[in-house]
């Protein structure tokens, strides 16, 4: 199996513009948690998706991101329009509803490093 | 408030020392506490959790509520281990929560 992917690997965009991250999780993974590292700090939770709806939506920054899953597979998150402070790795986890397997075990996609010039 | 605190930013040791890598942590109520590492060039993965008391790759890690620490150890430490290593925890509520990590602490081995 492949793993929860995510693409862009990497996205270089100028301030101002827009960037759409994709991520897909491992098939049959209802949980989907957007996390996001920025530069010399600590990883930082940003949402979670249970199916298609959003359990918990406190990390996200600011109303320039948007998070959606589109019938509960996979997620974009959106930064319109995007600022210098949004550089940083966005990674994206999946898991299991517990009782359907490994209780709360998270696991990571490969990460989307976004730079805005 | 919930937060997990790693005092090290980089841990530099000889292969075959001893290792230990700090992690403290504040949470009111039962936390799930976990160690991911990322290798180099790898993703994020898990490679410790308190409940299943567990020892992988040699590391080891004991959650003490008195401290509120889960420090990861290993007895003897090779290359292979060099990485970035995060202290995390999650709220014991039914596995929906959230992780919420520490800062990392960058593992280097010599030979």
């Known amino acids: 199996e492949a793993g929860v992917t995510q693409f862009p690997s990497h996205s270089v965009i100028e301030k101002g513009q827009t960037v759409t991250l994709r991520c897909d999780p491992i098939?049959?993974?209802?949980?989907l948690y957007w996390y996001r590292r920025v530069m010399g700090k600590e990883i930082k939770f940003l949402l979670h998706f249970v199916k298609e709806s959003k359990q918990d939506e406190s990390g996200m920054p600011n109303n320039r991101f948007l998070a959606e899953r589109t019938g509960g597979t996979y997620s974009t998150l959106k930064v319109q329009p995007a600022e210098l402070e949004d550089s940083g790795v966005y990674f994206c986890?999946?898991?299991?509803?517990?009782?359907?397997?490994?209780?709360?075990?998270?696991?990571f996609g490969p990460g989307t490093r976004l730079t805005v010039l | 408030a919930q937060r997990v605190t790693q005092p090290e930013k980089l841990l530099s040791v000889f292969k075959g020392a001893p290792v230990e890598l700090k992690c403290n942590y504040s949470?009111?109520?039962?936390?799930?506490l976990f160690w991911y590492v990322q290798y180099s060039r790898q993703r994020l993965q898990l490679l410790l959790r308190?409940?299943s008391r567990e020892s992988i790759k040699g590391f080891t890690a004991d959650l003490n509520k008195g401290e509120t620490s889960f420090h990861l150890k290993k007895p003897f430490a090779q290359e292979e281990d060099s990485a970035m290593y995060y202290c995390?925890?999650?709220?014991?509520?039914?596995?929906?929560?959230?992780?919420?990590f520490g800062a990392g602490t960058r593992l280097a081995v010599h030979p």
């Open positions: 986890a999946s898991s299991l509803i517990p009782g359907q397997g490994a209780y709360n075990e998270q696991f």
């Open positions: 995390a925890l999650s709220g014991f509520s039914g596995g929906y929560n959230k992780l919420i």
């Open positions: 098939s049959g993974h209802d949980n």
């Open positions: 308190h409940i």
């Open positions: 949470y009111s109520g039962s936390p799930e």
